[in-house]
């Protein structure tokens, strides 16, 4: 109840939206500005600090802003830029770390009962910041289609995104790194994944890398240097 309360106060001050375009409800602050403020928090409190990088770095907000189609941003963006959805990103593992050439998840193309295709996967992520309040999960794992469903198109590292309560989606542990006391936790779970709910639709299946390399990138070389400094 305590962080609900913080995480929805951030989000009346328009913590959450630095990386959001205006058009979605963001207000686009340059990295130098993002880096002082984030500074300034973690000086405060850290754990408030790492709740308010999060959504400004790591979250799937830049991936959507950079890779997302237009429906996919109009429906996430504005909801994350005023704190609606809180985000998570999901990649490390007990096998690979934060690194997604490691041994992260496998999933395979599969066609449902009603001749859907969908993803089903395992996951076991853990240490993912944010991850036991989360209302919107960004994912990241591998994909196989051993029947060629897709008809040709080529796997690998996909990214995709699950509001909360998604189905065999489980969210019940909670990590205390430090005992900075900041929601940090595992996903877990055997779970389906609509084609369309890959950031950028069924055609950037396998090109999670990209993305990742590109967007991680700024959480890492200014948002956690921030929160340390």
């Given at each position: 109840?305590?962080?609900?309360?913080?995480?929805?106060?951030?989000?009346?001050?328009?913590?959450?939206?630095?990386?959001?375009?205006?058009?979605?409800?963001?207000?686009?602050?340059?990295?130098?500005?993002?880096?002082?403020?984030?500074?300034?928090?973690?000086?405060?409190?850290?754990?408030?600090?790492?709740?308010?990088?999060?959504?400004?770095?790591?979250?799937?907000?830049?991936?959507?802003?950079?890779?997302?189609?237009?429906?996919?941003k109009k429906h996430y963006l504005p909801k994350l830029a005023n704190g609606e959805l809180i985000p998570c990103f999901g990649l490390t593992g007990p096998n690979n770390g934060s690194d997604a050439t490691g041994k992260i998840d496998i999933g395979k193309v599969i066609k449902n009962k009603e001749g859907k295709l969908q993803i089903e996967v395992t996951i076991k992520k853990r240490d993912i910041t944010l991850a036991p309040v989360?209302?919107?999960?960004?994912?990241?794992?591998?994909?196989?289609?051993?029947?060629?469903?897709?008809?040709?198109?080529?796997?690998?590292?996909?990214?995709?995104?699950?509001?909360?309560?998604?189905?065999?989606?489980?969210?019940?542990?909670?990590?205390?790194?430090?005992?900075?006391?900041?929601?940090?936790?595992?996903?877990?779970?055997?779970?389906?994944?609509?084609?369309?709910?890959?950031?950028?639709?069924?055609?950037?299946?396998?090109?999670?890398?990209?993305?990742?390399?590109?967007?991680?990138?700024?959480?890492?070389?200014?948002?956690?240097?921030?929160?340390?400094?």
């Amino acid at each position: 109840p305590k962080f609900s309360s913080l995480m929805g106060d951030l989000g009346k001050a328009g913590i959450y939206k630095f990386i959001v375009d205006p058009k979605y409800g963001g207000d686009l602050f340059s990295r130098a500005s993002i880096s002082q403020i984030l500074s300034k928090m973690t000086s405060v409190n850290p754990g408030m600090g790492i709740v308010a990088m999060v959504p400004n770095s790591l979250g799937p907000a830049e991936l959507l802003e950079k890779y997302g189609n237009e429906i996919q941003k109009k429906h996430y963006l504005p909801k994350l830029a005023n704190g609606e959805l809180i985000p998570c990103f999901g990649l490390t593992g007990p096998n690979n770390g934060s690194d997604a050439t490691g041994k992260i998840d496998i999933g395979k193309v599969i066609k449902n009962k009603e001749g859907k295709l969908q993803i089903e996967v395992t996951i076991k992520k853990r240490d993912i910041t944010l991850a036991p309040v989360s209302n919107l999960i960004g994912l990241a794992f591998q994909v196989t289609d051993p029947d060629n469903l897709l008809e040709g198109q080529i796997g690998g590292v996909t990214v995709a995104l699950l509001e909360g309560g998604h189905e065999g989606l489980r969210q019940d542990y909670y990590h205390n790194p430090l005992d900075t006391g900041f929601p940090n936790g595992m996903l877990e779970g055997t779970i389906r994944v609509d084609l369309d709910q890959i950031i950028g639709g069924r055609e950037k299946i396998g090109e999670g890398w990209k993305m990742l390399m590109e967007c991680l990138a700024a959480g890492r070389g200014i948002c956690l240097p921030a929160t340390a400094n």
